[in-house]
């Protein structure tokens, strides 16, 4: 085992490794680009859901005209490029708005059919996708309408920095749609064009290959105890272009579950992101230190088996000898014994055993215990190659504090960071857009009996919701569903802010919208958000903890354990948050936070060492548009560059590796032997001394076929071998005495 060990350790820390782009940035992309199949998926379902629920709320009331269900969209939702109602028997089209819709690439005459209303992509002339989300208005009397909505590709608050692409592709690997890559005519100089130029073709190239792979089984496309994305996703290496390297990520469209499918996973999408890199060409490690420490393990090794064998082993080989001497007959030598531990006290044993199959009269001598005894011998043997193991766990190879993150590791942070905070932004201006539709659908005579059903309706197709009810002015709650409203009794809605946070002292935060319904003197519809919902929406793997803080710094939500209103755990990233909200609220800091070209300089990432532990932290506040401005809530997520691929850390991780290796191989062959030699052959010193001191009964069985067995079949042999002794000489003495 320490032979294997020593190989292990010079293949392992004596490898020679040039890891130009590390590990860890690779898998960066890799999670830049699920968060961005992530975004895209529920942008699609959201809006399908939406465009769906929207048609169901209109079949529910009164028949009203095309016109009035576009304008009512419009005003509550403004996700779509283009709206259109269209009569599905003579294809007639009775209104739209925004941008024309491709109508002729809907077959009216299949919409019947069980995958009729699917979304699906249309081509333009332009060579832009445009994806088509449909749903059917159906009032008694009047024929059947359809509600066709036009959306792009973009993917949704994906933060790309200043060098970074994205795309979206097909399962032809087409790019359907991309961003962060300039067009040629905004190019001022030959170099920034021939670099635009190579970047798409780059993009392009990458995506061809992130096609294929996407394909695989998501099983089989994942490393062995990866996981947190349900879909297949990974990293690629492009061509260098100057300085610089192309990285790219890629992702497919999945379901919140494995296995899961909804109308975006269906579309067989993929997202692509692509960043240069600059290839570090320092990063080499020597070969000396492996080879060396395996030199070590091998000397002390040795050293350890050379005690083994003079202290353990040939002892016992001589007492095997010895005790075969004497159960042969040869009792003339004196027995000779070792000097110390359990081999001299059987040696002592078997000489007074010698004596009294001659008939000679022997004392037992003075038996003393000495220190030096196996288990001594097994402690020494354990310390020597705990020499070897701790400094390796302990003292070689520490990154320290003087560890280099890789630059592109911090700008991930950010930026991912600035999309979680988004996609938590965009979730709850969803929700309350929500509440805004079902606001808008009740009128004044409006029965409590439909009010609830409508917001039974919403809750069980947007499960965003703890409670969904309807105020009046004076708080009463006319419709309700889900759970109790912690709305103060008989206080009103309040309409000044659209979402806010009720409340600051209970164990779970509550997070509140509400949407004004026009003419009922005050009454809104109001929707408490779930936790979890907010939870879900800033888990991501990757990121380390990722806490969702309110204007005072105090914790809201979370990807893991939290107390509720509780403060962040360090000052620093109290300050940072403090610093990126002040950024925030300055016009002339957003501006220089979102444009600056020296990423160091950038006040929303920082890099800290923390008790000796390197630390990546980032923030974003909620400065984009919607309903949830108003919070003033931050995102911050922070985790330690230790847990990164970094080589610094991987070198460090190895060592220590060896260094917990050497301690099992040492628990493991130390212990092997306590349990089959040392055990077994201090159990045969008290058989040995109670046999010489008299014991004829006790039957000397071997527990293991080795040396120690051989001596106790041979001191069973002796034992056997004295009673015949006795009678012989009792013979001989009493027929001396007739004589």
């Known amino acids: 085992m320490l032979l294997v060990l020593a190989g292990i350790t010079a293949l392992s820390l004596g490898r020679v490794t040039n890891e130009r782009v590390p590990k860890a940035v690779l898998t960066s992309q890799q999670h830049f680009a699920e968060d961005g199949a992530i975004a895209l998926r529920a942008s699609i379902d959201e809006s399908v859901t939406d465009l769906t629920r929207t048609a169901g709320l209109f079949n529910a009331g009164d028949p009203v005209s095309a016109d009035s269900v576009l304008d009512k969209i419009g005003n509550v939702y403004q996700k779509w490029l283009g709206t259109a109602v269209v009569e599905i028997k003579s294809g007639k089209l009775l209104a739209a708005r925004g941008e024309n819709v491709p109508l002729t690439a809907i077959d009216r005459g299949k919409l019947g059919d069980e995958n009729g209303l699917t979304p699906r992509l249309v081509r333009l002339q332009n060579g832009e996708t445009r994806l088509l989300a449909l749903a059917v208005l159906n009032w008694p009397g009047e024929s059947q309408k359809l509600l066709v909505a036009s959306s792009g590709l973009k993917v949704p608050g994906v933060s790309l920095g200043n060098s970074r692409a994205i795309a979206v592709i097909d399962q032809q690997g087409q790019v359907l749609s991309q961003d962060g890559i300039p067009e040629l005519e905004q190019a001022k100089t030959q170099a920034k064009r021939k670099e635009i130029t190579n970047s798409g073709k780059q993009l392009k190239a990458l995506a061809a290959t992130a096609a294929v792979k996407a394909d695989e089984h998501p099983l089989k496309a994942k490393e062995p105890g990866s996981g947190g994305f349900p879909g297949v996703s990974g990293s690629l290496i492009g061509e260098r272009y100057l300085d610089d390297r192309a990285i790219a990520g890629y992702a497919t469209l999945a379901g919140a579950q494995a296995g899961e499918s909804t109308a975006a996973t269906g579309l067989g999408l993929r997202v692509v992101a692509m960043v240069g890199v600059t290839e570090d060409t320092t990063a080499v490690s020597k ?29 016992l080989i001589r007492l095997f000898l010895e005790s075969r001497r004497l159960t042969r007959g040869d009792l003339t030598r004196q027995v000779t014994s070792p000097r110390y531990g359990e081999g001299a006290r059987i040696g002592a044993a078997l000489e007074l055993l010698r004596r009294q199959l001659i008939g000679e009269p022997a004392e037992p001598p003075a038996r003393r215990r000495t220190r030096l ?24 190879n520490r990154a320290g504090d003087s560890v280099s993150v890789p630059k592109q590791i911090v700008r991930d942070q950010r930026e991912r960071t600035d999309t979680l905070n988004d996609r938590v932004r965009r979730g709850l201006n969803e929700g309350h857009a929500d509440l805004a539709s079902v606001a808008a ?3 004044e005579q409006t029965e409590p009996a439909a009010m609830t059903k409508v917001l039974q309706r919403t809750m069980s197709e947007h499960p965003r919701y703890d409670s969904l009810y309807v105020l009046d002015a004076g708080g009463s709650v006319l419709a309700r569903t889900g759970t109790e409203p912690h709305n103060p009794a008989g206080k009103g809605p309040s309409t000044k802010e659209p979402i806010r946070l009720l409340g600051d002292q209970g164990k779970e935060p509550v997070v509140v919208g509400t949407a004004e319904i026009s003419g009922r003197k005050g009454a809104a519809v109001v929707g408490e958000f779930r936790i979890e919902f907010l939870n879900s929406l800033v888990t991501r793997p990757g990121l380390g903890v990722v806490r969702v803080v309110d204007a005072k710094s105090r914790v809201i939500a979370g990807n893991s354990g939290f107390l509720a209103f509780q403060d962040l755990p360090n000052n620093r990233l109290t300050s940072l948050v403090e610093r990126v909200n002040k950024q925030s609220a300055d016009a002339k800091g957003a501006k220089n936070a979102k444009g600056s070209k020296e990423d160091d300089l950038d006040p929303r990432a920082i890099r800290y060492s923390d008790g000796g532990t390197v630390q990546i932290a980032a923030a974003a506040p909620f400065d984009g548009g919607g309903a949830a401005k108003s919070l003033g809530w931050t995102v911050v997520s922070w985790q330690p560059a230790s847990g990164l691929a970094i080589p610094e850390y991987n070198l460090q991780n190895r060592t220590v590796l060896a260094g917990l290796l050497g301690v099992t191989a040492a628990t493991a062959c130390l212990g092997w032997l306590y349990i089959i030699v040392v055990r077994p052959l201090r159990a045969l010193v008290g058989q040995a001394e109670a046999l010489a001191d008299g014991d004829r009964r006790t039957v000397l069985y071997p527990r293991h076929h080795d040396e120690v067995g ?30």
Request: positive net charge; charged residues 15%; proline residues 5%.
């Open 287 to 315: 070969p000396v230190f492996g080879l060396l420490a395996a030199g070590a393990l091998l000397a002390i090794g040795g050293l350890t088996v050379a005690v083994l064998i003079g202290t353990v082993q040939r002892p």
């Open 373 to 396: 005894s196996a288990r001594t011998l097994l402690v020494v043997c354990g310390v020597l190659l705990l020499a070897w193991c701790a400094p390796l766990m302990l003292l070689f």
């Open 441 to 443: 659908l009740i009128g």
């Open 710 to 739: 051989a001596v106790v079949r041979s001191f069973e042999l002796i034992r056997q071998q004295l009673p015949v002794q006795q009678r012989k000489r009792d013979g001989k003495t009493s027929l001396a005495g007739r004589n």
